[in-house]
């Protein structure tokens, strides 16, 4: 078990490993909040542009941890029609999760962006960065709105992953650079010397000085 220094050290980490991406002028798109300082690492080393990709998962609403699907910025929506299907979700139970998700990601975005436009992603490689990877639901539902927003090609970027979050999220991106991969992950913290909370003024700080 290798633990990071921080996560600008683990972003270095990951850097290393997605060089060959640079010539192709992607996209690095941290989850806030944890995800962007490890972004900012990447995309200073690939010399690449930095946004936060902001997205909400749309959960089943008597089981909201299974993902019927997700919402993103500028009215994107992306459904696994298979799971409202066999679990009979109602249009109404989709129009209210809906309307409560895309509040709370409203809320989030002008909270982080500070007026900033959203960088587009149509035809452009985006590479989607977390600090950690547990569960997948909230990668799995990035990388399909960076798809639905019209990048080439989606690369899923962590210092470290659960094994089985891992086999799901193949499905989701076309390919994932994870340095520890691992049945036994716990917190994601105990991967970190030092894991401190990251605050939303920190991220704010980040995108502002990479802009």
Not at 121 to 137: F, K, N, S
């Amino acid at each position: 078990m290798m633990t990071y220094t921080n996560r600008r050290q683990a972003g270095a980490v990951l850097a290393r490993e997605l060089g060959e991406l640079a010539e192709k002028s992607p996209v690095v798109l941290g989850l806030p909040r944890g995800g962007v300082p490890v972004a900012a690492a990447v995309a200073e080393e690939l010399h690449a542009d930095l946004d936060v990709i902001v997205v909400r998962k749309l959960g089943v609403p008597f089981h909201r941890e299974l993902a019927m699907g997700a919402v993103g910025e500028d009215g994107v929506e992306v459904l696994n029609d298979e799971v409202i299907s066999s679990l009979k979700v109602t249009s109404e139970d989709i129009a209210l999760t809906e309307q409560r998700e895309l509040q709370e990601l409203a809320r989030r975005s002008a909270r982080f962006r500070q007026g900033a436009a959203r960088i587009p992603l149509e035809g452009r490689d985006a590479i989607i960065v977390d600090d950690g990877i547990a569960t997948g639901a909230t990668a799995a539902a990035a990388c399909e709105v960076a798809r639905a927003h019209g990048a080439r090609k989606v690369v899923l970027a962590a210092p470290v992953a659960a094994s089985q979050a891992i086999r799901r999220l193949r499905d989701h991106a076309d390919s994932i650079v994870c340095p520890q991969i691992t049945p036994d992950l716990g917190a994601v913290g105990l991967w970190y010397e030092d894991f401190r909370q990251v605050q939303d003024s920190e991220v704010v700080e980040i995108l502002h000085a990479h802009r």
